[in-house]
């Protein structure tokens, strides 16, 4: 393995956090969507409250990935903003009016919050979709410099729900987590709308919907791929790593179920994560070493040695500085609330 | 030039204009913040807890909007000019890997700020404040260096049109790296300083004497005077770069359409001869070559001339503002409080922000019709995707809208604020 396939191993692992996290913030958008029932509301503050501290930190892995390929893979990134232009611009619009809605509905005042509230759950469900879509259309090679519309076809609309099903997964169990984890706390005796048993549940059925929904996806982009990529489909089963990868998130799936429907949250999405690494890694695995279907292969759009050789420790040392503080971030916003007498519940205001 | 490229270049200047807002509010408004904490924590003084907590919402938002603009525009560098970033992207990525990575934790550390004033201790608080100030002006100062390095390219050799034997370490040595990174971070605090200023001064003007809006002016004009007083020498500084290396872009800003030794330059009504050589090398006898000098079909859109003439127009008037400012505070031993100053402050208020998207405008209008200079002509590196009007008028309505939202956002914060001072 040389520098261009450490790097590209390195954009995987970006996209893939960005997936885990950024991907995430999307699903909670898309349960804000459907929040429904007498704790509709608690739904909406829970999911409120879990992204505003993470989400511009999350969000940040698209931008490591978008700016390594370029750095790494110029070609790559022409061919891939040209081809994938239309979905493209479909995914920037909805990363825009997520992000702003989001904003405008925490520190826009109370009259317009209710509108903002729409944005944000709208464009947190379309946006998901789209990066499935580029991801399905990469793989495939279902994009043309001529054809703007090319992309639309099996393999990239079966991805696209599948990135859709998969982001509203993760988010669920994120959310049990979360409401779990907040049951009684500080402001438990005085919030009516604190985080109850029941809050929890309601995500833990979410959570399995979305269970069955990345099922349903998964074996729809298993079909598409027959269809739209068979080559692609073969290799999902013959190459090196694809197959035993594909087994692990199978037992992962399996297993997640369990502690979901036994209510084991915190090992529920221990294995969820789990579930989708090796998942996109099997995918990962059956589409090397193409980075751009049909044409570009990871050599083939690598940027000259001396680029990588610099860029290899640039990343290494961004990564020494930016994944202890992420670390630290989640330590901070995602542990459970700190018992009475425990020094970091001292608040200085 | 193409219908298609008018489109795809309109695109690009709008996202920058947009996003080069809340970029510099991103880099200065964290500096504020912190301040005010550091000295709610010195004096005890409870204006500056509510100040601190105040700046930070504001900082919020507009954050908020400069992350998800700034997202659109790293797409963008491929979606509008994808040969572009084909060509330079191994030569000039580095700095934007750098921009990202600072990026990062700016956004990390703003996350632990905005949320973590009852679960972090003081100190850390504070620190945590100080990283986001200063991530925020290292990733200014990357992406600056890849802008500088499309105005001066370093770092390869040229065979057959393309860059061969690439060095992207040089190509972050550009002479113009030093220049325009000072230049744009003082920008970034002179718009944001000045427009924070004005906010508090019209407050002020309001109602007179308030604790509150009295803290938070002082402390903008702390920021504000210092990056006013100094912008004009780096300012002189850049155009001693321009002309020695980019000698049409200078006769465009100036207006210079004939080669001139002894070359003049127009204060006002008055011509005082041999300046403009004076001011671009230092030598009152020198030549400077004017517009003549260049193949028409080089020559930049004249709008450069009159932007950079805003740019200095509202420098010198803001630098002149700076002194008048030391003045009375130095009479007066304090913070001055004439109606008119606060007129005046409350008037300078979008100077910084005009001046910022004027120069803005002079360097990058200033630059074309390359986007490499002197490499890759902006026809050449345009997107083949056709039907560019669509996205340009998408993105140009969601822009507008976000632009008027967050004006009615932040007039909403602000009227909080005085409200709640006014109480106070």
């Not at chain 2, 079909?297 to 700076?322: E, N, Q, T, W, Y």
């Not at chain 2, 004439?338 to 100077?351: D, E, K, Q, S, V």
């Not at chain 2, 026809?379 to 507008?400: E, H, R, S």
Request: hydrophobic residues 55%; contains cysteine; positive net charge.
């Amino acid at each position: 393995m040389g520098a261009p396939e450490l790097i590209a191993l390195v954009l995987s692992g970006a996209l893939l956090l960005y997936i885990l996290s950024g991907g995430a913030d999307f699903g909670a958008g898309i349960w804000d969507l459907f929040a429904r029932g007498p704790r509709a509301h608690a739904q909406r503050r829970l999911v409120e409250g879990a992204l505003a501290p993470v989400w511009e930190a999350n969000h940040v892995w698209l931008i490591v990935a978008v700016v390594v390929l370029f750095t790494a893979f110029p070609p790559a990134f022409a061919a891939l903003t040209i081809r994938l232009h239309v979905p493209l611009v479909a995914l920037l619009i909805g990363v825009v009016l997520r992000g702003s809605a989001l904003v405008f509905r925490q520190y826009g005042g109370p009259d317009s919050a209710h509108r903002w509230q729409h944005v944000f759950a709208v464009a947190s469900a379309a946006t998901p979709f789209f990066l499935g879509a580029v991801l399905g259309a990469v793989t495939s090679g279902a994009a043309s410099e001529r054809d703007l519309l090319a992309w639309i076809a099996p393999l990239p609309i079966a991805t696209g729900a599948a990135a859709t099903a998969l982001c509203a997964y993760l988010a669920a169990v994120y959310l049990a987590v979360e409401a779990s984890s907040k049951i009684g706390g500080a402001s438990g005796e005085t919030d009516p709308e604190a985080p109850t048993r029941e809050l929890a549940d309601d995500f833990r059925r979410r959570a399995i919907a979305g269970w069955i929904a990345l099922a349903v996806t998964c074996a729809g982009c298993a079909v598409a791929a027959h269809l739209d990529a068979p080559r692609f489909a073969g290799r999902l089963f013959t190459a090196a790593w694809s197959a035993p990868l594909g087994a692990v998130a199978a037992a992962a799936a399996v297993a997640a179920l369990v502690a979901l429907v036994r209510g084991r949250f915190r090992l529920a999405r221990v294995l969820a994560i789990v579930q989708a690494s090796a998942l996109l890694a099997a995918w990962g695995a059956a589409h090397a070493p193409l980075l751009i279907a049909p044409d570009l292969t990871v050599r083939g759009a690598a940027a000259p040695p001396v680029t990588l050789r610099i860029l290899g420790p640039v990343l290494v040392g961004g990564a020494l500085v930016v994944l202890p503080s992420l670390y630290w971030l989640m330590r901070v916003f995602k542990a459970p609330p700190p018992r009475p007498g425990d020094p970091r519940s001292g608040s200085p205001t | 030039m193409g219908n298609e490229a008018l489109f795809a270049r309109g695109q690009m200047a709008y996202s920058l204009a947009f996003h080069i807002v809340f970029a510099a509010i991103g880099i200065a408004m964290p500096v504020l913040m912190v301040a005010a904490e550091v000295m709610w924590r010195r004096t005890g003084r409870a204006v500056y807890l509510e100040l601190a907590r105040r700046w930070a919402r504001g900082t919020a938002v507009l954050f908020a909007v400069g992350a998800v603009s700034g997202t659109v525009l790293a797409f963008e560098l491929g979606l509008l000019f994808p040969r572009f970033m084909e060509h330079a992207g191994a030569i000039i990525g580095l700095p934007f890997s750098l921009e990202g990575i600072a990026f990062f934790t700016e956004a990390i550390f703003l996350g632990l700020y905005l949320y973590g004033w009852d679960k972090l201790r003081p100190r850390l608080h504070i620190a945590c404040g100080a990283l986001v100030a200063l991530s925020g002006a290292a990733s200014a100062a990357f992406v600056t260096i890849a802008n500088a390095w499309m105005n001066a390219p370093r770092g390869f050799r040229l065979e057959d049109g393309l860059m061969v034997d690439i060095d992207p370490i040089a190509a972050m040595g550009t002479p113009f790296a030093l220049h325009e990174v000072l230049h744009t971070v003082l920008a970034a605090f002179m718009a944001t300083a000045m427009a924070v200023a004005a906010i508090h001064a019209w407050a002020l003007l309001r109602r007179p004497g308030s604790p509150f809006h009295r803290a938070a002016l002082g402390l903008a004009l702390a920021v504000a005077i210092p990056s006013a007083l100094a912008q004009p020498l780096v300012g002189h500084m850049a155009g001693q770069m321009v002309a020695r290396h980019q000698p049409l872009k200078l006769a465009a800003m100036d207006g210079l359409e004939r080669t001139t030794a002894r070359a003049p330059m127009s204060i006002g009504p008055i011509e005082v001869p041999g300046m403009l050589s004076f001011m671009a090398y230092g030598d009152a006898d020198a030549t400077v070559r004017g517009l003549d000098d260049f193949p028409a079909a080089d020559h930049p859109h004249p709008i450069v001339r009159h932007a950079f003439l805003v740019m200095v127009g509202l420098g010198s008037i803001a630098a002149l503002h700076a002194l008048v400012t030391l003045l009375l505070c130095w009479r007066r031993r304090g913070l001055p409080d004439a109606r008119w100053w606060l007129r005046a402050t409350l008037l300078l208020g979008p100077a910084g922000v005009i001046a910022m998207e004027a120069g803005w405008i002079v360097t990058e209008v200033g630059r074309q019709p390359w986007t490499i200079y002197g490499v890759l002509r902006t026809a050449d590196a345009v997107t083949p995707v056709t039907g560019l009007w669509l996205p340009f008028t998408l993105f140009a309505m969601i822009y507008l809208g976000l632009a008027a939202v967050v004006t009615a956002v932040m007039t909403h914060q602000v009227r909080k604020t005085t409200d709640a001072a006014e109480r106070g």
